[in-house]
T-cell receptor, first 111, second 111 residues
Framework: AQRVTQPEKLLSVFKGAPVELKCNYS??????LFWYVQYSRQRLQLLLR??SRESIKGFTADLNKGETSFHLKKPFAQEEDSAMYYC?????????????FGKGTKLTVNP | NAGVTQTPKFQVLKTGQSMTLQCAQD?????MSWYRQDPGMGLRLIHY???????DQGEVPNGYNVSRSTTEDFPLRLLSAAPSQTSVYFC??????????FGSGTRLTVV
């Protein structure tokens, strides 16, 4: 079964501080991991895919298969980073692919 | 490209009424999914499809039906609405090699 755990419901940091949003997953095969961001009452937007190894808006995430983690990091948080962040895992089961989400972490960056 | 289009944006139903939430994408994506978003619960997968004519159940399928007669459309039907189905519903689609693209959501209230 696919499972994504985001242990922090809420995370509050000050502007300029480093931020790390934790994500752990459970999956028996080779997963595809994503981070999505949702600004207030808007649609979800793709932030990162582990395969592309990009840095978007200063965020990075590294897949650690040994620890089954895909933590999202940014060295210097900005106020505009305040949003809901969702970690998601795409896996194949019985020939069908599906995407499942963690419960999300609400990040607040204080001035 | 319009991306993923969901209609309506808002809907109020009475208990026991039926309705269909529409989802259409113009990117020729094979995979499409429906999620509901509730506070503290993240996004939960309702139904998903890996191509026209193929659908499968997600985590919370009860009370919902789907069909996928074309690649472009993936409607979600509520057969007999209940207050527990009050939620924000998101449709998403993807093809191999890219992340999921989300619609703007339908905010449904069942009274």
């Amino acid at each position: 079964a696919q499972r994504v755990t985001q242990p922090e419901k809420l995370l509050s940091v000050f502007k300029g501080a480093p931020v790390e949003l934790k994500c752990n997953y459970s999956y028996s095969g080779s997963p595809e991991l994503f981070w999505y961001v949702q600004y207030s009452r808007q649609r979800l937007q793709l932030l990162l895919r582990h395969i592309s190894r990009e840095s978007i808006k200063g965020f990075t995430a590294d897949l650690n298969k040994g620890e089954t983690s895909f933590h999202l990091k940014k060295p210097f948080a900005q106020e505009e980073d305040s949003a809901m962040y969702y970690c998601a895992l795409s896996g194949t089961q019985g020939g069908s692919e599906k995407l499942v989400f963690g419960k999300g972490t609400k990040l607040t960056v204080n001035p | 490209n319009a991306g993923v289009t969901q209609t309506p944006k808002f809907q109020v139903l009475k208990t026991g009424q039926s309705m269909t939430l529409q989802c259409a994408q113009d990117m020729n994506h094979e995979y499409m999914s429906w999620y509901r978003q509730d506070p503290g619960m993240g996004l939960r997968l309702i139904h998903y499809s890996v191509g026209a004519g193929i659908t499968d159940q997600g985590e919370v399928p009860n009370g919902y039906n789907v069909s996928r007669s074309t690649t472009e459309d993936f409607p979600l039907r509520l057969l007999s609405a209940a207050p527990s189905q009050t939620s924000v519903y998101f449709c998403a689609s993807r093809t191999v090699g890219v992340g999921y693209t989300f619609g703007s959501g339908t905010r449904l209230t069942v009274v």
